[in-house]
């Protein structure tokens, strides 16, 4: 079965620290892969997806099918990126346990 | 705006007691999704449709059914909620295939007595 693995609960950094939140896949073939955020009091959105290649808010994704991962990073950590974050594989969205990213000033 | 919208926000039932959740879509996207999440766990797919073909997910249980009477609404019916039914339920759509960028609901949170 396909598995999304988010090893942090909880990441806490201070503001313009960089961040790396990790995932970890299992799918053999060539996964779709997302990011999804909830901040706080609003719905789940798309932050980005591989297939895409973009730079969203400054955070990006980098497929590495080798060790099957797919780490959230950006290099200045904002207040504002406070959230929960979830990995994502696959059309039908497996998700991983999330991770909640809290940036102190 | 286009958007998701679930009704209601919150939901309180007995236990036995019949349910539905309600969902709508602006987008007119072909492809609907409802996910259970329950506190401090990841959303998990219960089932889709994709136009009016329905997808149940292998360890959804019988107890939980859905509608779709048309591309805009969906409906998520519990039949005899249990206590370990509750749970934030969100509707989610995507424009054409089950890969493209999904888009929620703010999610109806379940509340069972």
């Known amino acids: 079965a396909q598995r999304v693995t988010q090893p942090e609960k909880l990441l806490s950094v201070f503001k313009g620290a960089p961040v790396e939140l990790k995932c970890n896949y299992s799918y053999s073939g060539s996964p779709e892969l997302f990011w999804y955020v909830q901040y706080s009091r609003q719905r789940l959105q798309l932050l980005l997806r591989h297939i895409s290649r973009e730079s969203i808010k400054g955070f990006t994704a980098d497929l590495n099918k080798g060790e099957t991962s797919f780490h959230l990073k950006k290099p200045f950590a904002q207040e504002e990126d406070s959230a929960m974050y979830y990995c994502a594989q696959g059309g039908k969205l497996i998700f991983g346990q999330g991770t909640e990213l809290s940036v102190k000033p | 705006d286009a958007m998701v919208i679930q009704n209601p926000r919150y939901q309180v039932t007995q236990f036995g007691k019949p349910v539905t959740l309600s969902c709508s879509q602006t987008l007119n996207h072909n492809v609907m999704y409802w996910y259970q999440q329950k506190s401090s766990q990841a959303p998990k797919l219960l089932f889709h449709y994709y136009d009016k073909d329905f997808n149940n997910e292998a360890d959804t249980p019988d107890n939980f059914q859905s509608r779709r009477p048309n591309t805009s609404f969906c409906f998520l019916d519990i039949r005899s909620p249990g206590l370990g039914d509750a749970a934030m339920y969100l509707c989610?759509?995507?424009?054409?295939?089950?890969?493209?960028?999904?888009?929620f609901g703010p999610g109806t949170r379940l509340t069972v007595l």
């Open positions: 989610a759509t995507s424009r054409v295939g089950i890969a493209d960028t999904q888009y």
